[in-house]
């Protein structure tokens, strides 16, 4: 089905994210944990959303205001239900009873703790809901099906969910596994869920009962299939490192088809929203942070942090550079080993190329930046910017001690601590006059002739 026949029908995401995550050991809840820098709520209230959903409802846990501001933060419009009793996945979707009563073609429902599915398997699900079926499952064959529901098929149709618990002998022996998530026909979908009963082992209203009532009714139900990647839950840190680096191969392989080198693709870190331009070139042991953009043909070397970063067109950064939240730096700049740059904007063609700290500067166009210079933005209470335009040079070792302007084309003496704003085209120097004692040493040695040396 076509984007545009998708789009014509309507649809609400019913996202469960009452999930407790006692397994992870935190004071945070589940669904808050990132991976790339994103909570897996985020995550999946992403992929909804590209995946064409009208609205979102999040089934939260009682108390969880977290939860709620997280939701609200990804997905503004996500109205917010809250499942006062943990009684089974059922019970949570109907959470939602009052959005889902508002009448939609497809309803998703989906975990928050799975959060690496993707748009394309989402419009699968519901591609099979606009071909006809009341209910579409998501399977997959995992390595090992304990604990999961199986998918039980008569003819190619998905007759039933046998949770494991409930399962016989032969039923185990299927590995055909239900990833939790569906989609119901929203024309179906309330008395369907309605209908769940919890005569089950663990007496809970079990959302995969709704196949059988499906069934009952004389609905067709339909399997998705999907990877076990992509469907993996998280439930402790280790599967949440699992679902981290899956998320990173992947952000890996997306940069390589837009263009970008990377020489050593395992040893580069993504955040969700790396944004990386053509022919920008990687080197090994590189860390996005949160908030970076590489314009086209910049190269970042090896062993660099970035962070709320732009690195222009053409712009070089590292080895060993690290560039944090607000650091632009313009075309063909060029950032070298060893330096450290904050809120501050480096103009085209500029050069700090060694061993420096720039931080709430602005950097005109072409300055030269010696190795070593330090601008002193703080006073230990506020924070004081520092101005350097066009063409300046910096002379190495210098301390410019903000709030200081150094005017275009302007000297700064090696050594300088400045602490007055420099004119254009001056030389400022800010450090102490040079001496010099004529034969001063062989007098001193002489002094000391015969004399046993401490060691
Ligand atoms: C569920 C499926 C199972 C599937 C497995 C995949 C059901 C009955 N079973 O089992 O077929 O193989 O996922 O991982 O759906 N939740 C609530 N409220 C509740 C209960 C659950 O919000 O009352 C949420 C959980 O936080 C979780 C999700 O629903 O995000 C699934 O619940 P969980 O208890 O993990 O179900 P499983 O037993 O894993
Ligand atoms: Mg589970």
Redesign the pocket.
């Known amino acids: 089905m076509s984007l545009n026949e998708q789009s014509s029908r309507r649809c609400l995401a019913v996202v469960?994210?009452?999930?407790?995550?006692t397994r992870m050991k935190s004071a945070r809840p589940?669904?808050l944990h990132e991976v790339g820098g994103r909570s897996m709520l985020a995550h999946v209230l992403a992929s909804v959303r590209a995946a064409g959903a009208d609205a979102v409802a999040v089934?939260i846990?009682p108390g969880r205001q977290d939860v709620a501001d997280e939701a609200r933060r990804a997905a503004p419009d996500a109205a917010i239900f809250v499942?006062t009793?943990?009684?089974?996945?059922?019970?949570?979707v109907l959470?939602a009873r009052d959005a889902i009563a508002r009448g939609y073609d497809d309803v998703l429902v989906l975990?928050?703790?799975?959060p690496l599915v993707t748009p394309e398997t989402f419009g699968s699900l519901r591609t099979a809901l606009a071909q006809g079926a009341a209910l579409a499952a998501l399977g997959f064959e995992p390595p090992d099906p304990a604990?999961?529901?199986?998918l039980l098929m008569v003819g190619g149709e998905l007759t039933d969910?046998r949770?494991?618990k409930d399962a016989s002998e032969d039923e185990r022996a299927v590995r055909l596994?239900?990833?939790?998530l569906m989609a119901l026909a929203g024309s179906s979908a309330l008395s369907l869920l309605e209908g769940i009963g919890n005569a089950n082992v663990?007496k809970?209203?079990?959302?995969?009962?709704a196949v059988a009532q499906a069934r009952r009714a004389g609905h067709r139900a339909h399997v998705v299939l999907a990877s076990s990647e992509e469907?993996l839950?998280v439930?402790d840190r280790i599967q949440l490192a699992t679902a981290e680096s899956i998320f990173q191969q992947r952000m890996r392989l997306a940069a390589m088809r837009d263009g970008a080198t990377l020489i050593a693709p395992d040893t580069v870190f993504f955040s969700h929203d790396t944004r990386l331009g053509r022919d920008v070139l990687v080197e090994p042991h590189v860390v996005f942070g949160l908030g970076c953009v590489v314009e086209d043909g910049a190269v970042v070397h090896a062993f660099s942090h970035l962070e709320g970063a732009t690195v222009g067109e053409g712009a070089t950064v590292g080895p060993y550079a690290r560039l944090r939240p607000g650091a632009n730096l313009g075309v063909g700049a060029k950032v070298g080993n060893f330096v450290e740059i904050k809120a501050s904007d480096v103009g085209a063609g500029a050069k700090i190329s060694h061993l420096s700290y720039v931080g709430d500067a602005s950097i005109g166009a072409g300055v030269n930046i010696g190795a070593g210079t330090i601008t002193c933005n703080y006073d230990g209470f506020d924070k004081f910017r520092t101005e350097i335009g066009a063409g300046a040079f910096i002379g190495s070792n210098s301390s410019l001690v903000a709030p200081v302007k150094i005017g275009e084309g302007a000297f700064v003496g090696s050594g300088s601590v400045v602490t007055k704003d420099v004119s254009p085209d001056a030389l400022a120097l800010g450090r102490g006059h040079q001496v010099e004692k004529a034969g001063w040493a062989h007098h001193f040695r002489a002094a000391h002739a015969g004399r046993p040396k401490k060691r």
């Open positions: 469960l994210a009452a999930g407790e995550g589940k669904v089934v846990g499942q009793e943990r009684l089974g996945t059922a019970h949570a959470a975990f928050a703790d799975t604990g999961y529901g199986r969910i949770e494991h596994c239900n990833a939790g663990q809970e209203f079990y959302l995969t009962d469907v839950g439930n």
